[in-house]
């Protein structure tokens, strides 16, 4: 898999460039002839904040970036100038370029290489022209005084675990089933430094996981239920912080089959949530991050062949409670549910799940936010909202109150595996809510996980959304 390399030093005098300017930037101190500087000025007062200077021998880029009201929309113009500067130089088939701020935004640079780098990611595995289709551009190299080395490193590291995340959603299952999901987060383990234990059917069945035993059924293939832990010497948090992600390599909706176009087709991405939880385990031990992790991840495909579990059954959770299904294609969280009982035995200050659960949540915030529920404190709610506007992976939080886990209530069983036709993302929200007696919070990515088409720097296919805002939670968690 190809990436940018993002590197920290003097940009080369014939090297192509992008310089980052402001109202306050005096032109005449950039490094342009006086004939440049009458260009840049005539073209930004006509209101273009994007400026091509071909010198033939070198190619230079000034954007002149206009803060906006917040400081983190400022950011965001950052990364979305980013791709558009990427598109210019691949088409113009440059191998490398260097960026360096004139501007008053400190962070400018920083996040217009973000912009660059996450925009850069191609999936080409299974094309056979994947050489001619690959993007030209393969280095940026970053003025150290427009962004310390440090913070260059600690950016190619997360460009990687994000990469690591969408090709893991981009797989189809054809190659990622839940074995192969199993394999492949532990090789992200041994390249990034966390321990891995993969249980296999025999173990899950030992445990009484029923949940996701139910949800195997109706598949030839045997689940997993993966374990990853990353444990640094001097840990800021006593009791370690558990993350859960929805290990669904593909959903058909069991007998509950989907309909298809525009449902199943975008299957293969309903185990985004592991993927999500796995880049984040893979950044956090990689940048050392002084925080105690554990991740779980169970796994396994929604089919409806074999003895396949069908609507009206009542299974038997880890946990002992009795579910009655009603829909099979609200398997998530029945898996999620049996991890999230699991999870217990850790004594964990906070779980954080991670799942495509729902088509409600995706119908109330589309594609522009996450949704999220939970029962932790006001401080870590507060946290990770300030870390989604920081990385702009927004959430939106819906209430869980109790007239909701009425809509739950099952007649012959404890619970049912849904509620009515309205508030469908909270109802699964108070499902997954039984499973937990500890602070927990719940973040339904079925809206943002995975795009048909390109989406700025999130690309095509598996984005990652919330892997940033994880990241950033994790890097202030005290």
Known sequence: ???IQLQSGNIDKQSQVIYIIDSNTSIDTLPLTPEEQAYLSAQISKDINLVVLNRFSQYICVFHLKPKKETYQTAEACRATGVTLLNNLNQQKFASAGIRNYSGFEAAAYHLAEGM??????????????????????KLVIDPKSVPAAR???????????????????????????????????????????????????????LKMGGI????????????FTIMEYKPKKAVNKQPLVLVGKGIVYDTGGLSLKPTPNSMDRMKSDM???????????????????????????????????????????????????????????????????????????????????????GAAAAATGDVA???????????????????????????????????????KSDIADLKNIGGPTGGAITAGKFLEHFTDYP?????????????????????????????MMIDFLKNYK
């Open 117 to 138: 780098a996450l925009a850069a990611y191609q999936f080409l595995k299974y094309r056979s022209n994947a050489a001619k289709l690959a993007n030209s551009l393969q």
């Open 272 to 358: 985004s949530g592991s993927a999500l939880v796995t880049g984040a385990m893979y950044i956090a031990a990689k940048l050392n991050l002084p925080v105690h992790l554990i991740a779980l991840v169970p796994a396994t495909e929604n089919r409806p062949g074999e003895n396949a579990y069908v609507p009206g059954d009542v299974i038997t959770m880890h946990s002992g409670a009795t579910v009655e299904v009603l829909n099979t294609d609200a398997e998530g969280r029945l898996v999620l549910a049996d991890a999230l009982h699991y999870a217990k035995q850790y004594n964990p200050a906070l779980v954080i799940d991670f799942a495509t659960l729902t």
């Open 370 to 408: 996450m949704v999220c529920m939970g029962t932790a404190s006001e401080d870590t709610k507060t946290a990770l909202r300030q870390s989604g506007f920081a990385q702009y992976e927004r959430m939106v939080e819906f209430p869980l109150w109790d007239e909701y886990g009425d809509l739950i």
């Open 1 to 3: 898999m190809q990436m």
């Open 440 to 468: 927990w919070m719940h973040f339904d990515i079925a809206g943002v996980s995975h795009t048909t088409g390109r989406h700025s720097y999130r690309g095509n296919g598996g984005t990652a959304m919330g892997l940033r």
């Open 152 to 206: 260059v490193k600690e950016l190619q590291t997360i460009v990687e675990g994000v990469y690591l995340t969408r090709t893991l959603v981009n797989e189809p299952l054809s190659f990622l089933t839940a074995e192969q999901l199993s394999t492949e987060i532990t090789e992200a383990g041994k390249q990034a430094g966390f321990t891995t234990k993969v249980l296999n059917k025999a173990a899950i069945t030992k």
């Open 213 to 224: 035993l139910a949800v195997n059924r109706g598949s030839i293939l045997p689940p997993t």
